[in-house]
């Protein structure tokens, strides 16, 4: 079992799916005319993370996501989408 576990690599997300969500939360959030310090009183988070993730230097739970993406009012999948924010201003 211990051999198993050893050979267990962490997954990082790909480079492109992080600077999607990264640029979404952005976008959404000054859409909003919240401030990053805003935005993590709504979500319980420290400010500094927020900023963290919006630089894409974050690797988000989905928990996380969730809460983000209930405080920007928008879908965990639209965060995730490329071009998020022009397809829902589209609707």
């Known amino acids: 079992m211990a051999e198993e ?18 640029g979404n939360i952005r976008n959404y959030r000054k859409i909003k005319g ?3 310090e805003d935005l993590a009183d709504r979500c319980g988070l420290h400010r500094t993370y927020i900023g ?28 995730l989408t490329e071009k998020g924010v022009e397809n829902e201003l589209e609707k």
């Open 34 to 36: 919240l401030s990053q």
């Open 52 to 79: 963290s993730v919006e630089r894409g230097e974050r690797n988000v739970t989905l928990s996380t996501l969730e809460v983000v993406a209930a405080a920007l009012g928008v879908s965990v999948p639209t965060l």
């Open 5 to 22: 576990t050893s050979k267990i690599r962490l997954r990082k997300p790909s480079s492109k799916m992080t600077q999607i969500l990264a």
